[in-house]
């Protein structure tokens, strides 16, 4: 029904246009069919129906032009449709779409594990699998860790986000609507304080200490395979803990034989302006979980880390029907050599400092802006009521609203519901995104 003519990509006008109401007539109707086909459980957060996507914009089916705040979840850090993804992605279905790698493998496998060992934090040894999913590769990081030491425990943190299988789910810390109802949660799943320099005011060596002392009284060191962490937590509100909080938490992990895992599902692959957020304190994880941004769009994670602790689970012990797909890893290997060769980790930046820039001058006229924060292109502000700092929710949801129906979409985060967070395909211009960022504060304005 939509027209097969259509190229997404960097080719496409990077222009924000606006040619019925957001959502169009035919973004309803598939609304409404929408609603009658699929299961209600599966929300939608802004009803337009894409044709075509890229550079920094995604066009719907009525012919909007909208500009994309927020790539797909992080997902299409080089932009939708990059040129090199889409060539390698054509040559690959043609020669063979599947295997399985466990039943006869295929060389892009091992080029990706070859690939995250070699980026990956650490200049360590290492050995890597792959999964489809950011949950899939946590629950692996999960299973490998427990083979390795031998024990149950399993420590996260307040606001952590890791995936929505049932073992993910009892590890994300949100009840609504991640949790709600879909219990009961795996065992032996323990959660510590993080930090969170807006709220708590800690340093990062207080809050370590403060996490460090209730799993040593509430678990014990001696019980814990694991300790799990996003670099910066992503839907918990994209909070990066204080300085020295990673670190002091991966000390006290190796001193006790419990394996350091770092979540960087979401802040993986140039995002941050590091290739991966753990660079920037020097931070080594055994383990590190990979997904999002990996392959352009194509479902595909990794577990990567220590060899000793990767290759202790039995041959046959880790796997899947679609683990590692050609398909999916020839676009990983094609975006790993976009991030590269365009320098996106410094574009990232270059992101980042204008979108912090933007909202340092707009707070000072706006006390409702409690916090800017983030890292490279992974940037949020934190609304709450003038004078204070209770969490304003419904502003925010007003404001990302607002957004979508002036055509900027928009993505909202947080514990508290109160984060708005900016997660651009790293492939859009300074232009769009600073016409993005205004109507941001135009809806500011308005509420
Ligand atoms: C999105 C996310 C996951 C889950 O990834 P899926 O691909 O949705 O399963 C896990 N951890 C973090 C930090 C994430 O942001």
Not at 7 to 33: D, N
Not at 80 to 85: D, I, M, Q, R, Y
Not at 221 to 238: D, L, M, S
Not at 378 to 389: D, F, R
Request: glycine content about 12%; hydrophobic content about 45%.
């Amino acid at each position: 029904m939509t027209d097969a003519t259509i190229i997404g990509g960097p080719s496409l006008p990077q222009e924000r246009k606006l040619v019925t109401a957001i959502p169009g007539p035919k973004s309803q109707e598939l609304l409404a069919r929408k609603n009658a086909a699929v299961a209600s459980g599966v929300g939608v957060a802004l009803p337009v129906f894409t044709v075509a996507a890229g550079g920094g914009v995604l066009v719907d089916v009525d012919g909007n032009s909208l500009i994309d705040l927020g790539s797909g979840i992080a997902v299409t850090g080089v932009g939708n449709s990059a040129p090199k993804v889409v060539e390698a992605v054509k040559a690959q279905v043609e020669r063979f779409t599947h295997t399985c790698f466990t039943v006869t493998p295929y060389d892009g496998y091992v080029e990706v594990a070859e690939k995250l060992n070699e980026l990956t934090p650490g200049d360590h040894d290492k050995r890597s699998a792959l999964f489809n999913s950011g949950a899939e590769a946590v629950e692996n990081a999960i299973k490998i860790a427990r083979h390795f030491t031998k024990r149950n425990a399993v420590v996260v943190f307040d606001h952590a986000y890791h995936g929505r299988t049932n073992l993910t789910m009892g590890m994300t810390a949100k009840n609504m609507p991640y949790k709600d109802g879909f219990g009961p949660f795996a065992p032996e799943v323990y959660r510590a304080p993080a930090s969170y320099p807006y709220r708590d005011g800690l340093t990062g060596a207080e809050a370590a200490a403060q996490a460090i002392l209730q799993i040593e009284k509430q678990v014990g060191a001696a019980n814990t395979a694991a300790v799990i962490i996003e670099p910066i937590q992503g839907e918990g509100g994209f909070i990066a803990p204080a300085e020295g909080f990673l670190p002091a938490i991966q000390e006290w992990a190796t001193a006790n034989g419990v394996v350091f895992i770092l979540d960087e599902v979401q802040t993986g692959f140039a995002r941050t302006g590091d290739m991966f957020a753990a660079d920037h304190e020097g931070v080594v994880p055994d383990l590190v979980t990979t997904a999002k941004g990996i392959a352009g769009g194509m479902p595909l994670s990794a577990v990567t880390g220590r060899t000793d602790i990767m290759n202790s689970a039995h041959a046959g012990g880790l796997g899947g029907t679609y683990t590692g797909n050609p398909t999916a890893v020839a676009a990983a290997l094609a975006t790993i050599e976009t991030y590269q060769e365009e320098n996106l980790v410094e574009r990232a930046r270059e992101i980042g400092a204008i979108i912090e820039e933007f909202f340092t001058e707009l707070a000072k006229s706006d006390d409702r802006i409690g916090d800017i924060r983030g890292r490279g292109a992974m940037q949020a502000i934190e609304l709450v009521e003038s004078g204070s700092k209770t969490p304003a929710a419904a502003l925010t949801g007003a404001i990302a609203k607002y957004a979508g129906e002036q055509g900027v979409i928009l993505l909202t985060c947080g514990t508290y519901g109160n984060v708005i967070r900016f997660l651009p395909p790293l492939s859009i211009s300074d232009e769009l995104l600073r016409e993005g960022l205004q109507i941001v504060a135009d809806a500011l304005a308005a509420n």
